[in-house]
Nanobody
Framework: VQLQASGGGLVQAGGSLRLSCAAS????????MGWHRQTPGKQRELVAS???????NYADSVKGRFTISRDNAKNTAYLQIDSLKPEDTAVYYC?????????WGQGTLVTVSS
């Protein structure tokens, strides 16, 4: 499974971004899709995920501001990020799990200026 991530960039605090993660296989065969993020010196942390059932899961720090969705027809997951904060600055990695294997996309840098 190959993943193509896009949508990062530089944005002011309070702004919005949408990250995309396109999979090379039909995502109906994927158990879960989501994003982690990582800042220098810190462990990668789960931000949001969505199961094949549509059930979503969010880190407490992003609840109410991040929304994850998936478009099965486009084999793509999206992460809508609103009300961005400087502490959201990180490299965001999309991932999928399929048949008990995790696959990672390339990192996408999100920089939030205060």
């Amino acid at each position: 499974v190959q993943l193509q991530a896009s949508g990062g960039g530089l944005v002011q605090a309070g702004g919005s971004l949408r990250l995309s993660c396109a999979a090379s296989v039909g995502i109906v065969s994927i158990d879960r899709m989501g994003w982690h993020r990582q800042t220098p010196g810190k462990q990668r942390e789960l931000v949001a995920s969505i199961a094949s059932s549509g059930t979503t899961n969010y880190a407490d720090s992003v609840k109410g501001r991040f929304t994850i969705s998936r478009d099965n027809a486009k084999n793509t997951a999206y992460l809508q990020i609103d009300s961005l904060k400087p502490e959201d600055t990180a490299v965001y990695y999309c991932y999928v799990t399929r048949w008990a294997t995790i696959y990672w996309g390339q990192g996408t840098l999100v920089t939030v200026s205060s």
